[in-house]
Protein backbone atom coordinates (compact mmCIF):
# COMPACT_ATOMS: atom_id res chain seq x y z
CA UNK A 1 0.00 0.00 0.00
CA UNK A 2 3.09 2.61 1.19
CA UNK A 3 4.55 1.32 -2.17
CA UNK A 4 1.94 1.87 -4.24
CA UNK A 5 1.46 5.74 -2.76
CA UNK A 6 5.78 6.53 -3.19
CA UNK A 7 5.45 4.91 -6.67
CA UNK A 8 2.62 7.67 -7.38
CA UNK A 9 3.74 10.38 -5.63
CA UNK A 10 7.44 9.97 -7.87
CA UNK A 11 5.24 9.78 -11.00
CA UNK A 12 3.22 13.00 -9.93
CA UNK A 13 6.83 14.46 -9.48
CA UNK A 14 7.92 13.24 -12.55
CA UNK A 15 4.94 14.46 -14.74
CA UNK A 16 4.80 17.62 -12.86
CA UNK A 17 5.31 20.15 -10.43
CA UNK A 18 5.07 18.76 -6.63
CA UNK A 19 2.76 20.93 -4.71
CA UNK A 20 2.89 20.79 -1.19
CA UNK A 21 0.31 22.56 0.73
CA UNK A 22 0.29 23.84 4.19
CA UNK A 23 -0.90 21.29 7.29
CA UNK A 24 -3.97 22.68 8.82
CA UNK A 25 -5.31 20.92 12.09
CA UNK A 26 -9.23 20.39 12.77
CA UNK A 27 -9.57 19.62 16.54
CA UNK A 28 -13.13 17.80 17.63
CA UNK A 29 -14.56 16.09 20.80
CA UNK A 30 -14.43 11.94 20.42
CA UNK A 31 -17.58 10.32 18.97
CA UNK A 32 -18.48 13.47 16.68
CA UNK A 33 -18.50 13.89 12.78
CA UNK A 34 -15.50 15.40 10.93
CA UNK A 35 -15.21 16.78 7.98
CA UNK A 36 -10.81 16.67 6.49
CA UNK A 37 -10.26 18.85 3.44
CA UNK A 38 -8.02 18.69 0.41
CA UNK A 39 -6.84 21.59 0.20
CA UNK A 40 -4.69 19.54 -2.98
CA UNK A 41 -8.34 20.16 -5.12
CA UNK A 42 -7.78 23.79 -4.92
CA UNK A 43 -4.24 24.59 -5.82
CA UNK A 44 -5.03 21.42 -8.45
CA UNK A 45 -5.73 22.92 -12.45
CA UNK A 46 -8.00 20.94 -14.52
CA UNK A 47 -10.67 18.41 -13.23
CA UNK A 48 -8.68 15.71 -10.70
CA UNK A 49 -7.75 12.48 -12.43
CA UNK A 50 -7.04 10.72 -9.86
CA UNK A 51 -7.39 11.34 -5.39
CA UNK A 52 -6.08 9.38 -2.48
CA UNK A 53 -6.25 9.81 0.62
CA UNK A 54 -4.07 8.39 3.27
CA UNK A 55 -3.80 8.44 7.04
CA UNK A 56 -0.77 8.23 9.04
CA UNK A 57 -1.18 7.59 13.30
CA UNK A 58 1.12 6.15 15.65
CA UNK A 59 3.87 5.37 13.54
CA UNK A 60 2.42 3.52 10.41
CA UNK A 61 0.44 5.02 7.33
CA UNK A 62 -2.70 3.45 5.67
CA UNK A 63 -3.78 3.91 2.42
CA UNK A 64 -7.89 4.22 2.95
CA UNK A 65 -9.07 5.83 0.05
CA UNK A 66 -7.80 4.72 -3.50
CA UNK A 67 -9.69 3.89 -6.59
CA UNK A 68 -12.74 5.79 -5.89
CA UNK A 69 -13.07 3.40 -2.77
CA UNK A 70 -12.82 3.46 1.39
CA UNK A 71 -10.88 0.33 2.42
CA UNK A 72 -12.39 -1.57 5.22
CA UNK A 73 -12.80 0.09 8.41
CA UNK A 74 -13.12 3.45 6.72
CA UNK A 75 -15.87 2.42 4.08
CA UNK A 76 -19.20 1.97 6.64
CA UNK A 77 -18.43 5.74 8.44
CA UNK A 78 -17.16 7.72 5.88
CA UNK A 79 -18.28 9.72 2.35
CA UNK A 80 -16.23 11.11 -0.20
CA UNK A 81 -16.42 14.68 -1.65
CA UNK A 82 -13.99 15.90 -3.85
CA UNK A 83 -12.99 18.75 -1.85
CA UNK A 84 -13.24 16.82 1.46
CA UNK A 85 -14.10 13.55 3.04
CA UNK A 86 -16.42 13.23 6.44
CA UNK A 87 -15.67 10.84 8.95
CA UNK A 88 -18.39 9.87 11.84
CA UNK A 89 -18.22 9.18 14.87
CA UNK A 90 -14.48 9.48 15.31
CA UNK A 91 -12.91 7.98 18.15
CA UNK A 92 -9.13 8.52 20.01
CA UNK A 93 -7.47 6.11 17.24
CA UNK A 94 -8.39 8.22 14.41
CA UNK A 95 -5.97 11.16 15.65
CA UNK A 96 -3.50 11.56 12.93
CA UNK A 97 -2.26 13.19 9.70
CA UNK A 98 -4.19 12.76 6.78
CA UNK A 99 -2.67 13.36 3.55
CA UNK A 100 -4.66 13.79 0.16
CA UNK A 101 -2.95 13.53 -2.93
CA UNK A 102 -4.58 14.64 -6.34
CA UNK A 103 -3.20 14.25 -9.83
CA UNK A 104 -5.04 16.60 -12.18
CA UNK A 105 -5.52 15.38 -15.92
CA UNK A 106 -3.07 17.32 -17.02
CA UNK A 107 -0.37 15.60 -15.00
CA UNK A 108 0.01 18.34 -12.15
CA UNK A 109 0.79 16.00 -8.63
CA UNK A 110 -0.22 18.16 -5.45
CA UNK A 111 -0.80 16.65 -1.53
CA UNK A 112 -2.17 18.40 1.36
CA UNK A 113 -2.54 17.66 4.80
CA UNK A 114 -4.94 17.67 7.80
CA UNK A 115 -3.47 17.08 11.27
CA UNK A 116 -6.62 15.37 13.14
CA UNK A 117 -6.84 15.67 16.66
CA UNK A 118 -9.45 13.81 18.79
CA UNK A 119 -10.43 15.41 22.03
CA UNK A 120 -10.15 13.25 25.28
CA UNK A 121 -10.91 14.47 28.84
CA UNK A 122 -7.78 13.54 30.50
CA UNK A 123 -9.22 10.28 33.40
CA UNK A 124 -7.85 9.72 36.75
CA UNK A 125 -3.77 10.27 36.66
CA UNK A 126 -2.27 7.51 39.24
CA UNK A 127 0.51 9.58 41.38
CA UNK A 128 3.63 6.90 41.62
CA UNK A 129 4.84 8.08 44.85
CA UNK A 130 7.73 5.99 47.08
CA UNK A 131 6.22 5.39 50.64
CA UNK A 132 9.66 6.15 52.16
CA UNK A 133 12.66 8.14 50.82
CA UNK A 134 15.76 8.20 52.14
CA UNK A 135 17.00 11.69 52.85
CA UNK A 136 19.84 12.95 51.21
CA UNK A 137 19.31 10.59 48.00
CA UNK A 138 17.14 11.22 44.69
CA UNK A 139 13.19 10.57 45.05
CA UNK A 140 11.58 10.13 41.62
CA UNK A 141 7.54 10.98 41.40
CA UNK A 142 5.50 10.18 38.68
CA UNK A 143 1.38 11.07 37.26
CA UNK A 144 0.65 8.84 35.12
CA UNK A 145 -2.69 9.52 32.60
CA UNK A 146 -2.41 8.06 29.13
CA UNK A 147 -6.04 8.90 27.59
CA UNK A 148 -6.02 12.47 27.90
CA UNK A 149 -5.71 14.24 24.02
CA UNK A 150 -4.22 16.61 23.63
CA UNK A 151 -1.86 15.43 26.12
CA UNK A 152 -2.47 17.08 29.41
CA UNK A 153 -0.18 18.87 31.54
CA UNK A 154 0.56 18.26 34.94
CA UNK A 155 0.15 19.72 38.69
CA UNK A 156 1.59 18.87 41.99
CA UNK A 157 0.20 19.30 45.28
CA UNK A 158 1.80 18.46 48.63
CA UNK A 159 -0.79 18.35 52.08
CA UNK A 160 -3.13 20.16 49.41
CA UNK A 161 -0.56 23.02 48.25
CA UNK A 162 0.01 23.41 44.85
CA UNK A 163 3.61 23.12 44.29
CA UNK A 164 5.13 26.20 42.36
CA UNK A 165 7.82 25.03 39.50
CA UNK A 166 10.45 26.52 41.28
CA UNK A 167 10.36 25.85 45.23
CA UNK A 168 12.90 29.10 45.62
CA UNK A 169 9.41 31.48 44.65
CA UNK A 170 7.83 30.27 47.91
CA UNK A 171 8.53 30.23 51.32
CA UNK A 172 6.86 26.93 52.17
CA UNK A 173 8.99 24.98 49.67
CA UNK A 174 11.79 26.97 50.17
CA UNK A 175 13.70 24.20 52.17
CA UNK A 176 12.97 21.57 49.51
CA UNK A 177 15.24 21.17 46.22
CA UNK A 178 13.50 19.58 43.87
CA UNK A 179 12.62 20.02 39.99
CA UNK A 180 8.86 19.91 38.59
CA UNK A 181 8.55 19.22 34.48
CA UNK A 182 5.05 19.67 34.09
CA UNK A 183 4.58 17.71 30.47
CA UNK A 184 5.88 14.72 31.83
CA UNK A 185 4.65 14.63 35.40
CA UNK A 186 7.69 14.06 36.60
CA UNK A 187 8.33 15.10 40.21
CA UNK A 188 12.23 14.79 41.22
CA UNK A 189 13.41 15.74 44.62
CA UNK A 190 17.56 15.84 44.36
CA UNK A 191 18.12 15.43 47.00
CA UNK A 192 15.15 14.77 49.71
CA UNK A 193 15.31 16.56 52.39
CA UNK A 194 13.09 15.76 56.00
CA UNK A 195 11.04 18.87 54.42
CA UNK A 196 9.88 16.46 51.52
CA UNK A 197 7.71 14.34 53.77
CA UNK A 198 4.06 14.73 53.33
CA UNK A 199 0.59 14.08 51.31
CA UNK A 200 0.73 13.78 47.91
CA UNK A 201 -1.27 14.26 45.04
CA UNK A 202 -1.47 15.09 41.13
CA UNK A 203 -3.61 16.49 38.79
CA UNK A 204 -3.79 15.85 34.95
CA UNK A 205 -5.34 18.78 32.89
CA UNK A 206 -5.86 19.48 29.30
CA UNK A 207 -8.67 22.09 27.88
CA UNK A 208 -11.51 19.36 27.77
CA UNK A 209 -13.02 18.21 30.84
CA UNK A 210 -12.14 19.01 33.75
CA UNK A 211 -9.00 18.59 35.58
CA UNK A 212 -8.23 15.03 37.29
CA UNK A 213 -7.13 14.38 40.53
CA UNK A 214 -5.12 11.28 41.44
CA UNK A 215 -5.82 9.56 45.12
CA UNK A 216 -3.60 11.16 47.94
CA UNK A 217 -0.52 8.74 48.46
CA UNK A 218 1.85 9.31 51.52
CA UNK A 219 5.63 10.11 51.32
CA UNK A 220 7.99 9.22 54.40
CA UNK A 221 11.15 9.98 55.10
CA UNK A 222 14.18 8.40 56.53
CA UNK A 223 17.54 9.06 57.94
CA UNK A 224 18.62 5.70 56.96
CA UNK A 225 18.86 3.85 53.76
CA UNK A 226 15.31 1.76 54.42
CA UNK A 227 16.02 -0.39 51.44
CA UNK A 228 19.61 -1.42 52.69
CA UNK A 229 18.10 -2.30 55.94
CA UNK A 230 15.39 -4.78 54.19
CA UNK A 231 18.30 -5.70 52.27
CA UNK A 232 20.77 -6.92 55.68
CA UNK A 233 17.66 -8.18 57.18
CA UNK A 234 16.62 -10.77 53.65
CA UNK A 235 20.69 -11.65 53.56
CA UNK A 236 19.76 -12.52 57.21
CA UNK A 237 16.89 -14.12 56.96
CA UNK A 238 19.06 -16.36 54.16
CA UNK A 239 21.71 -17.26 56.31
CA UNK A 240 19.33 -18.29 59.19
CA UNK A 241 17.56 -20.69 56.52
CA UNK A 242 20.84 -22.24 55.40
CA UNK A 243 21.87 -22.86 58.94
CA UNK A 244 18.86 -24.67 59.84
CA UNK A 245 18.83 -26.58 56.46
CA UNK A 246 22.32 -27.39 57.51
CA UNK A 247 21.21 -28.67 61.30
CA UNK A 248 18.32 -30.31 59.84
CA UNK A 249 20.33 -32.33 57.23
CA UNK A 250 23.16 -33.44 59.96
CA UNK A 251 20.65 -34.65 62.32
CA UNK A 252 18.34 -36.48 59.56
CA UNK A 253 21.84 -38.51 58.48
CA UNK A 254 22.01 -39.77 62.11
CA UNK A 255 25.14 -37.52 63.10
CA UNK A 256 23.79 -36.34 66.71
CA UNK A 257 22.48 -39.99 66.98
CA UNK A 258 25.78 -41.58 67.82
CA UNK A 259 25.66 -41.72 71.25
CA UNK A 260 22.25 -42.94 71.61
CA UNK A 261 22.88 -46.75 70.01
C1 LIG B 1 -17.30 7.88 22.87
O1 LIG B 1 -18.10 6.72 22.80
C2 LIG B 1 -17.53 5.59 23.45
C3 LIG B 1 -18.42 4.39 23.20
O2 LIG B 1 -19.77 4.74 23.29
C4 LIG B 1 -17.34 5.89 24.94
O3 LIG B 1 -16.73 4.79 25.58
C5 LIG B 1 -16.45 7.12 25.08
O4 LIG B 1 -16.33 7.47 26.44
C6 LIG B 1 -17.03 8.27 24.31
N1 LIG B 1 -16.11 9.40 24.38
C7 LIG B 1 -16.40 10.57 24.93
C8 LIG B 1 -15.33 11.60 24.96
O5 LIG B 1 -17.51 10.80 25.40
C1 LIG C 1 13.11 25.78 56.56
O1 LIG C 1 14.28 25.51 57.32
C2 LIG C 1 14.48 26.38 58.41
C3 LIG C 1 15.84 26.06 59.03
O2 LIG C 1 16.00 24.66 59.20
C4 LIG C 1 13.33 26.24 59.40
O3 LIG C 1 13.50 27.12 60.50
C5 LIG C 1 12.01 26.55 58.68
O4 LIG C 1 10.91 26.31 59.53
C6 LIG C 1 11.86 25.69 57.45
N1 LIG C 1 10.72 26.13 56.68
C7 LIG C 1 9.74 25.31 56.35
C8 LIG C 1 8.63 25.93 55.53
O5 LIG C 1 9.71 24.13 56.62
Redesign the pocket.
Known amino acids: MAARGWLWLCLGAGLGSLVLGQTAVVETPENSTVNLPCKAIASSSGTPRRQEWKFHGDGSTVLFYHDNAFTDGYKDRAIFYPGEIHLKSVTRKDSGTYTCEVLSSDGKFSESQVELVVQVPPSKPKAQVPSVVTIGTKAVLKCVETDGNPRPTFKWFRDNIEMPADPQTS??F??SSYSLDEKTGVLAFEPATA?DAGDYYCEAVNKVGSPQKSDIVHMDTSKVNVGGIVAGVVVLLLLLGLVIFGVWFAYSRGYFSKGKE
Open positions: TLKNF
